[in-house]
């Protein structure tokens, strides 16, 4: 997990033990510096030029071709994180897991992967895809229930914002 594009800012939290990067490929990212996991991340649909901690959790930035300002309300990162799932997905390109659609942990948002379908995100990720749905942008809530091979919408756009719901194979070894 990195950003794709060059780093423009970053703020220390007052506690010293989190990091908020801000970059031009478009992401707010969250970073534990004991850990040094990324912990959350949000696409902004726009460069970011400044990032700064708010308060004890408050995230704001600037982002934008005019440096359009964007607090809390509009940057969902939450702080402290999400648990980690246990359906065994790995985090590249996981937007934000969505425990409250599927318990299992196996119903993700991904990010990124505009052109590609939910049945190449899961299958890159060893699972097989059950379930996908075109996203409302940055949330856990669907817009349109998708075929697993779908890669853009009635109206021939794609997107990024994908809810994509993996299982695991059911493989059988031959004799």
């Known amino acids: 997990?990195?950003?794709?594009a060059a780093v423009t800012s970053l703020d220390f939290a007052a506690d010293s033990t989190r990091l908020l990067s801000g970059s031009e490929d478009h992401t707010v990212r969250a970073?534990?510096?004991?850990?040094?996991?990324q912990?959350?991340?949000?696409?902004?649909?726009?460069?970011?030029?400044?990032?700064?901690?708010?308060?004890?959790s408050g995230i704001s930035a600037s982002v934008g071709?005019?440096?359009?300002a964007c607090h809390s309300q509009?940057?969902?990162?939450?702080?402290?994180p999400q648990p980690t799932p246990t359906c065994g997905l790995p985090t590249d390109d996981i937007f934000k897991?969505?425990?409250?659609?599927?318990?299992?942990?196996?119903?993700?948002?991904?990010?990124?992967?505009?052109?590609?379908?939910?049945s190449e995100f899961c299958g890159a990720r060893g699972k097989r895809c059950a379930g996908a749905w075109q996203a409302v942008r940055g949330q856990c809530v669907t817009v349109a229930k998708w075929?697993?091979?779908?890669?853009?919408t009635a109206?021939?756009?794609?997107t990024d914002q994908l809810l994509c719901q993996c299982e695991e194979t059911d493989c059988e070894l031959g004799p």
Do not use: F
């Not at 970073?31 to 996991?37: C, N, Q, T, V």
């Open 74 to 80: 509009c940057l969902q990162i939450m702080y402290p």
């Open 97 to 118: 897991w969505c425990p409250e659609l599927d318990p299992t942990g196996c119903t993700v948002l991904t990010m990124g992967w505009s052109g590609r379908s939910c």
């Open 147 to 152: 075929t697993c091979s779908q890669t853009e």
């Open 31 to 37: 970073w534990d510096l004991r850990s040094a996991e």
């Open 65 to 68: 071709p005019n440096g359009t």
């Open 39 to 56: 912990v959350a991340m949000q696409d902004t649909g726009a460069p970011v030029y400044t990032v700064q901690w708010d308060g004890s």
């Open 155 to 158: 109206e021939g756009s794609t």
């Open 1 to 4: 997990r990195k950003h794709r």
